[in-house]
């Protein structure tokens, strides 16, 4: 039987509205009232559909991308193909070695997974070396209230009665993250993501007065991000663990963080880097002190592909789950959490296909 070819690559900019309880956040100066990623619909000669990812900033250009540069690279190849994306990574390079072209890259990547799953008939985890559990814990991550103590309060007591044992912060203050250690009590894991909020003469008074609540880790401390040198002086001192990865501009560039045990966690974003990239990273910390902790911040076919790592990886981790009330809720119904936890699909590929409503244009940009 001929190898199954792809027939078609489309791209479908996903915008979900949401509300967080309080005003819009800030997004780059603007109130975001909406989160944005892209679906990527991948279909084969035999008909089967794959569903992948990819990190969104403005879905004009991403789907410019994949008309102009992804599509006629991909559209007649085998879609069992292992160097097909590493080629064309590779023959795209001189548009950027990060941003909207890797992370189109990802998107096919992590379709491809699924595509290739479903063809033999088994979950994705199957092909990630086997299911190590049954059920991922997850963590209620909130979005940025600014230091305001009564909001966070509520809004963590919030994920706490909604059956979270896990929180993260997206603050830059230690009145924050004692606001919600007192509304979680002693015990509770707590993570706080500063994005990038200290030059590196900065960062140590703040994380020390941060330790005496007990953060599991600090997440992307320093800016700009890429300053490993100072990172690695950073993380020698500090007395809560680091976490960094959803900034990396290369999957390399994590590995390097790896290989040099420069922090605690890492977080490769499956969307940005694709799920061979976050397999890869998480097999390389297997035996060593640092842990792989995919960045998961948005909700379609990529947050099923990191459930799926943290189902087949060895060493266990929680998948972050953005605690926000969503107009619609994608995979509420097929891949629910219940009481902190999903469980892991069994059905061929990612598990679930994207529902009519993400891709009939309701939810669309």
């Given at each position: 039987m001929a190898a199954a070819t792809i027939r078609s690559i489309t791209c479908i900019p996903?915008?979900?509205?949401?509300h967080h309880w309080t005003a819009a956040p800030l997004f780059a100066g603007r109130p975001r009232d909406k989160l944005d990623s892209a679906l990527?619909?991948?279909?084969?000669?035999?008909g089967t559909v794959g569903w992948g990812e990819s990190y969104c900033v403005e879905p004009t250009a991403l789907k410019a991308i994949f008309d102009t540069l992804i599509a006629p690279l991909t559209v007649g190849k085998s879609?069992?193909?292992?160097?097909?994306?590493?080629?064309?990574?590779?023959?795209?390079?001189?548009?950027?070695r990060s941003g909207p072209v890797l992370h189109a890259i990802a998107g096919l990547d992590i379709a491809l997974w699924d595509i290739k799953a479903k063809l033999q008939g088994v979950p994705l985890y199957a092909l990630l070396g086997g299911k190590q559990r049954d059920s991922v814990n997850a963590y209620a991550s909130l979005l940025q209230y600014y230091?305001?103590?009564?909001?966070?309060?509520?809004?963590?007591?919030?994920?706490?009665?909604?059956?979270?044992?896990?929180?993260?912060?997206?603050?830059?203050?230690?009145?924050?993250?004692?606001?919600?250690?007192r509304a979680m009590g002693a015990g509770l894991p707590l993570m706080v993501d500063t994005n990038c909020?200290?030059?590196?003469?900065?960062?140590?008074?703040?994380?020390?007065?941060?330790?005496?609540?007990?953060?599991?880790?600090?997440?992307e401390p320093?800016?700009?991000?890429?300053?490993?040198?100072?990172?690695?002086?950073l993380?020698?001192?500090?007395?809560?663990?680091?976490?960094?990865?959803?900034?990396?501009?290369?999957?390399?560039?994590?590995?390097?963080?790896?290989?040099?045990?420069?922090?605690?966690?890492?977080?490769?974003?499956?969307?940005?880097?694709?799920?061979?990239?976050?397999?890869?990273?998480?097999?390389?910390?297997?035996?060593?002190?640092?842990?792989?902790?995919?960045?998961?911040?948005?909700?379609g076919p990529g947050y099923l592909a990191a459930l799926h790592l943290l189902a087949a990886q060895p060493t266990p981790a929680s998948l972050e789950r953005l605690y926000v009330e969503l107009q619609?809720?994608?995979?509420?119904?097929?891949?629910?959490?219940?009481?902190?936890?999903?469980?892991?699909?069994?059905?061929?590929?990612?598990?679930?296909?994207?529902e009519a409503a993400l891709i009939d244009g309701r939810f669309s940009s």
């Open positions: 996903m915008r979900l509205p949401f990527v619909r991948l279909e084969i000669s035999d879609c069992e193909d292992d160097t097909l994306v590493p080629g064309i990574r590779r023959t795209l390079h001189n548009l950027g230091a305001d103590a009564s909001l966070i309060d509520r809004n963590v007591t919030r994920a706490l009665d909604a059956g979270y044992a896990e929180v993260k912060l997206h603050e830059r203050t230690t009145g924050a993250v004692a606001a919600a250690r909020a200290w030059l590196p003469d900065d960062a140590d008074g703040a994380i020390a007065d941060m330790a005496a609540h007990d953060p599991l880790w600090i997440e320093l800016w700009p991000p890429e300053d490993h040198d100072a990172l690695a002086r993380s020698k001192r500090s007395p809560v663990p680091l976490a960094v990865g959803e900034n990396a501009s290369s999957a390399l560039e994590i590995t390097k963080l790896v290989a040099a045990g420069t922090v605690r966690y890492v977080q490769p974003s499956v969307i940005k880097l694709g799920l061979t990239a976050a397999a890869d990273i998480s097999r390389l910390c297997e035996g060593t002190a640092v842990r792989c902790a995919p960045q998961v911040a948005f909700f619609h809720v994608p995979y509420g119904a097929s891949v629910p959490i219940v009481a902190g936890k999903v469980s892991v699909p069994d059905r061929p590929g990612l598990g679930a296909d994207p």
